[in-house]
């Protein structure tokens, strides 16, 4: 993680600690001052919340988009030693590659839904036992 977004992380996490707090302050004071309106948060505590939902996800993708570091750590992986600066990619997994081998499995794609027992018809798998068990 860089430097860069671990600041933003940490003041993301402040600000949205200190809007909280904040709000729980009104709140109390809302209610020790018996008011019969309910009156919403104050624009500044919302104003600091939603800056601190913009720069933890800004830190996020700052960490996950803009690293210039390396991902992975080759030489554990794969023995070899490698330069540090090399970024590594993961190669692509191809759907029809996967279905084709289950297909070879006699798997289909739905049966993991179809086999759930809340959607399982009991009455109707008793019927086909019991003529299974009667053809045997």
């Given at each position: 993680?860089?430097?860069?977004?671990?600041?933003?992380?940490?003041?993301?996490?402040?600000?949205?600690?200190?809007?909280?707090?904040?709000?729980?302050?009104?709140?109390?004071?809302l209610?020790?001052?018996?008011?019969?309106?309910?009156?919403?948060?104050?624009?500044?505590?919302?104003?600091?919340?939603?800056?601190?939902?913009?720069?933890?996800?800004?830190?996020?993708?700052?960490?996950?988009?803009?690293n210039?570091?390396?991902?992975?750590?080759?030489?554990?992986?794969?023995?070899?030693?490698?330069?540090v600066?090399?970024?590594?990619?993961?190669?692509?997994?191809?759907?029809?590659?996967?279905?084709?081998?289950?297909?070879?499995?006699?798997?289909?794609?739905?049966?993991?839904?179809?086999?759930?027992?809340?959607?399982?018809?009991?009455?109707?798998?008793?019927?086909?036992?019991?003529?299974?068990?009667?053809?045997?």
């Amino acid at each position: 993680m860089s430097l860069k977004s671990t600041i933003l992380y940490v003041l993301g996490i402040f600000f949205m600690l200190h809007s909280a707090y904040s709000a729980f302050s009104f709140n109390q004071y809302l209610k020790a001052s018996l008011s019969l309106n309910k009156p919403t948060l104050p624009n500044d505590i919302k104003f600091e919340l939603i800056l601190s939902a913009i720069l933890i996800v800004y830190a996020t993708f700052e960490n996950v988009l803009f690293n210039t570091g390396n991902v992975y750590n080759y030489e554990i992986v794969t023995g070899e030693k490698k330069p540090v600066t090399k970024k590594l990619k993961l190669n692509s997994i191809y759907m029809n590659q996967i279905t084709a081998e289950d297909e070879k499995l006699g798997k289909c794609v739905f049966d993991e839904l179809e086999n759930r027992s809340c959607y399982m018809d009991v009455a109707e798998r008793r019927a086909e036992f019991e003529k299974w068990f009667n053809n045997q």
